[in-house]
């Protein structure tokens, strides 16, 4: 079992930053891939970015604005969100591949407006 808490989410206006974290209730070494999904209204989960412990990949509409990391001391993952766009609005959720089983946070929500 692999828990998940997703913090860092809240309203900032277009062009701006957010970072969110994701602490894990175990050591992330062990985890194959963690990663994060958002979900914006009305529409189907996607993924955002992935990171293993070789290389990150991200999707097409963060590419050069979002960065993954992970801490491995920490056993947290983050998410820098730089030049928010209002279609960036989500719940953003947080993802663990461990043991051939995916894992969830709660989520948490995005909202980028003026």
């Given at each position: 079992q692999v828990q998940l808490?997703?913090?860092?989410?809240?309203?900032?206006?277009?062009?701006?930053?957010?970072?969110?974290?994701c602490a894990a209730s175990i050591n992330i070494f062990k985890i194959y891939r963690m990663g994060w999904y958002r979900?914006?209204?009305?529409?189907q989960r996607e993924l955002v970015a992935t990171i293993t412990s070789t290389s990150p990949n991200y999707a097409d509409s963060v590419k050069g604005r979002f960065t993954i990391s992970r801490d491995n001391a920490k056993n947290t993952v983050y998410l820098q969100m730089n030049s928010l766009k209002p279609e960036d609005t989500a719940v953003y959720y947080c993802n663990a591949r461990y043991s051939l089983k995916d894992y969830w946070g709660q989520g948490t929500q995005v909202t980028v407006s003026s």
């Open positions: 808490v997703e913090s860092g989410g809240g309203l900032v206006q277009p062009g701006g930053s957010l970072r969110l974290s979900q914006g209204p009305e529409k």
